[in-house]
């Protein structure tokens, strides 16, 4: 699975960060999207479906 | 012929659901025209993915009415737009990420654990040496959550007052705009020279962060805006909260099984929380505004046409939880729309999930034996507010 996001309309919300802590965190001056794993494992499916549906912005994708 | 009226909550007889009329109304996904108790008419969307196809685009579907101006004759829809929360696009965002460090940024948000479980503690030893039966929503839930915000904000307890009296006459239907703007003068002038005063004499608290924070940036935020930032927060901080908390608790009490799961495991305060949010929230809906010719279900939309999204029916929809009308404190928090959805959802819902978390935890910990002491059908609800719940919850323990 591939991850992109768009740190551009991002608003900060945290929500990612909570849900998949180990793909996603938010930067220290803005509280925006910081991708830490572009290429996350399998195990990691659930949480990033999560995270791209629980974003209110709607700026993360999944691309199988 | 006249349009039938917005459906809205009637907590007298159902405290805990949207409507009825909702359930045909979503199984069809048809949107219908309905007219609002200001007199604007609208478009009604009442299923979950009409709803968060409004509010996730922005481009097309404008904040720019108000939030909730099919509700409050306080500010109309052709007021000057002067306030982020009807902005849309770059310069929202650009307000939204000088909030987002202070209040969103997990590792801010854990340094602020602390201060909530020190103020819930405090609230409950208080309770619990109080007699009973004990008005919960004034003397705990908005106990706590006008200190939660007040300390972070850093509003000494003296000016504290000034936030009840912005958010009465804010959230109050029948409020008009003259009342509007003599009861939010004393909290904006509070705020406005407070902004001064830590210009020069910065401490640890929201808004000076907020000051400094911003000073570094290409557009650093004006005296206006910090001002009307902060007090977005205050106001909506602690009586939206405070009311999810009681009309939560009273839910929770109320449904067979759901208190006893969080007594037996006061963990589930997590899942807890964001599900009475979904469960609960929002009950009368949010405005939109078309900004070009489109359709949502099918129904073509013109430009200018308003839009309102029923939030509660939207997550009673069976396409997002199978038994959505089923309360179940135990849910894995996933997508919903109680904080809203879109560039405008709830800057403060990271704040709220933790103070709920944090008193459901505490309680169901501290006061297992928490019960409502007074029938249910003799609850008083608030009806003139866009804020929901009771408007008093007499409690007792053994």
Not at chain 1, 11 to 24: E, Q, R, W, Y
Not at chain 2, 50 to 73: I, K, T, W, Y
Request: aromatic share 6%; proline share 8%; charged share 20%.
């Amino acid at each position: 699975m591939k991850v992109t996001v768009d740190r551009d309309l991002c608003i900060g919300a945290g929500n990612c960060a909570l849900t998949a802590p180990a793909v996603f965190d938010q930067d220290v001056e803005e509280a925006v999207v910081i991708l830490l794993d572009e290429s996350p494992p399998e195990s990691e499916l659930v949480a990033v479906r999560q995270a791209v549906d629980r974003c209110p912005a709607a700026v993360i994708q999944l691309h199988p | 012929m006249s349009l039938p009226a917005l459906p809205l909550p009637s907590e007298d007889v159902q405290p805990f659901d949207p409507p009825p009329e909702y359930a045909d109304l979503r199984s069809s996904g048809e949107v219908i025209r309905v007219a609002c108790p200001t007199g604007l008419d609208a478009w009604l969307v009442s299923d979950y993915a009409g709803v968060r196809e409004v509010l996730g685009d922005g481009r097309r579907f404008s904040a720019r009415p108000g939030q909730a101006s099919h509700m409050l004759a306080s500010y109309g829809p052709d007021a000057p737009v002067d306030n982020f929360t009807r902005w849309d696009g770059p310069e929202h965002i650009r307000i939204r990420r000088n909030f987002a460090p202070q209040v969103t940024h997990a590792r801010r948000l854990a340094e602020l654990w602390p201060l909530v479980e020190r103020i819930t503690d405090e609230a409950i030893t208080a309770m619990l040496a109080s007699p009973q039966p004990y008005p919960l929503h004034s003397r705990f839930s908005t106990s706590i959550t006008t200190s939660v915000i007040a300390e972070l904000i850093g509003v000494p307890p003296a000016e504290r007052h000034l936030l009840g009296q912005a958010a009465g006459a804010l959230f109050t239907t029948s409020t008009t705009p003259q009342e509007l703007r003599e009861a939010l003068t004393p909290l904006y002038t509070y705020l406005y020279q407070a902004v001064a005063t830590r210009r020069v004499q910065p401490g640890d608290d929201v808004l000076s962060r907020m000051i400094e924070h911003s000073a570094d940036s290409d557009r650093p935020l004006t005296d206006g805006e910090l001002t009307e930032m902060n007090a977005a927060l205050l106001v909506a901080g602690f009586d939206t909260t405070a009311s999810m908390i009681t009309h939560g608790l009273v839910t929770l009490l109320n449904k067979p099984g759901e208190w006893e799961k969080l007594v037996a495991d006061p963990d589930v305060a997590t899942s807890a929380a964001d599900e009475l949010v979904r469960y609960l929230g929002v009950g009368t809906g949010l405005l939109r505004q078309a900004t070009e010719d489109t359709e949502i279900n099918g129904q073509k939309i013109k430009t200018g046409e308003y839009v309102v999204v029923a939030v509660q029916s939207g997550n009673r929809d069976p396409a997002l939880h199978a038994d959505a009308d089923a309360l179940d404190v135990a849910r894995k928090p996933g997508p919903h729309l109680g904080f809203g959805h879109g560039a405008h959802a709830c800057v403060g819902q990271q704040i709220a999930r933790m103070e709920l978390t944090t008193v459901l935890r505490a309680l169901a910990t501290r006061v297992p034996t928490l019960r409502v002491a007074v029938p249910l059908d003799s609850l008083r609800w608030k009806t003139d507010s866009v804020v929901r719940g009771p408007v008093e919850l007499p409690v007792a323990w053994s």
